[in-house]
């Protein structure tokens, strides 16, 4: 199944100039839907103990990938939204900059974790994930995104992890 097919592009969303990769269509569709867990299961079956979703459609496909593994999931959230003590990075945006927040006992030691986000634009997102894995003392296995946007380089922020993307426009 050809993946990009089910991504809907919505021009100057949410600000002029960005085109916005909608993954509703995808997620509304069973056999797309069906196929992104399967690939990222069959990619970790075995290799991680815990999955890290991003807010917020990280949340969406990690929380799908997690049970397919059957791991758990860890949350990396917009400021102030966990409730407990957490760690923060701070990140850059393709469209601004913002924080991000981990709870600081999200998962023990040793751990080896998938950062899972629904897209990779410029990378600072994930990348600060990163970090807030490291913090913890946590193994990054690797970043997996349903799509890349390689025209903006992302992977270049995440040199010294697997970056896995399922749909890349180049
Ligand atoms: P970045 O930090 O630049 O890699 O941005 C990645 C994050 O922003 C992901 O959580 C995406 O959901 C969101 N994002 C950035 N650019 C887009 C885009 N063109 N379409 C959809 N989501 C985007």
Redesign the pocket.
């Known amino acids: 199944m050809d993946l990009r097919e089910h991504i809907r592009d919505i021009p100057d969303f949410p600000k002029p100039g960005?085109?916005?990769?909608d993954i509703t269509p995808m997620l509304a569709h069973a056999e797309a839907l069906k196929q992104i867990i399967d690939d990222f299961a069959a990619e970790y079956r075995g290799k991680v103990d815990i999955v890290l979703g991003?807010e917020s459609?990280?949340f969406i496909v990690g929380a799908a990938v997690a049970y397919a593994l059957g791991v758990g999931l860890a949350l990396v959230r917009k400021p102030g939204k966990l409730p407990s003590d957490t760690y923060v990075a701070e990140?850059?945006?393709?469209?601004g900059s913002d924080k991000l927040e981990i709870h600081s006992d999200a998962f023990g030691h040793p751990c080896r974790v998938l950062v899972l986000?629904?897209?990779?634009?410029?990378?600072?997102?994930?990348g600060a994930a990163v970090q807030l894995v490291r913090k913890l003392g946590g193994e990054v296995v690797a970043c997996a995104f349903i799509i890349e946007?390689g025209f903006?380089g992302?992977r270049a922020k995440l040199v010294d992890c697997p970056v896995h993307s399922l749909v890349n426009y180049e």
Do not use: M, N, P, Q
């Not at 986000?117 to 994930?126: E, I, K, Q, V």
């Open positions: 960005i085109i916005f990769k991003i459609r990280g990140y850059d945006l393709e469209y986000d629904d897209l990779l634009a410029t990378g600072g997102t994930a946007l903006l992302g």
